[in-house]
């Protein structure tokens, strides 16, 4: 499958933004989806992830209840919506996807397909 993310921006702090996925090449509801970030001289981190029926959700506790992940198989689309952005959320935000049958955990290596990133920088 192959992963398209967009939407990144600039955004004042306490603002909101939506990061999109747009998925090919393979049927989308066969994976589990996520959202990781890196942060410049930081390393790649978890951000939320939804399991591949939609129906199960997990965030980073740094962005628990201000970001919400979501899927539209339709669409083959992910999205990620963030609110009451700070200033330590600026990073370059990937979208990843991972077999239903092989994610067991929301680290890195359980994922083997990424989108390019898209970069969300929130200002003061």
């Known amino acids: 499958v192959q992963l398209q993310a967009s939407g990144g921006g600039l955004v004042h702090a306490g603002g909101s933004l939506t990061v999109s996925c747009a998925a090919s090449?393979?049927?989308?509801?066969?994976?589990?989806l996520a959202w990781f970030r890196q942060a410049p001289g930081k390393e790649r981190e978890f951000v939320a992830g939804?399991?591949?029926?939609?129906?199960?959700?997990h965030y980073a506790d740094s962005v628990k209840g201000r970001f919400t992940i979501s899927r539209d198989d339709a669409k083959n689309s992910a999205y990620l919506q963030m609110n009451s952005l700070k200033l330590e959320d600026t990073s370059v935000y990937y979208c990843?996807?991972?077999?239903?049958?092989?994610?067991?955990?929301?680290?890195?290596?359980?994922?083997?397909?990424w989108g390019q990133g898209t970069l969300v920088t929130v200002s003061s």
């Open positions: 990843a996807a991972g077999s239903r049958y092989l994610v067991t955990e929301w680290s890195e290596g359980a994922f083997d397909y």
């Open positions: 090449g393979d049927t989308f509801s066969n994976y589990v």
């Open positions: 939804i399991s591949y029926s939609g129906a199960y959700t």
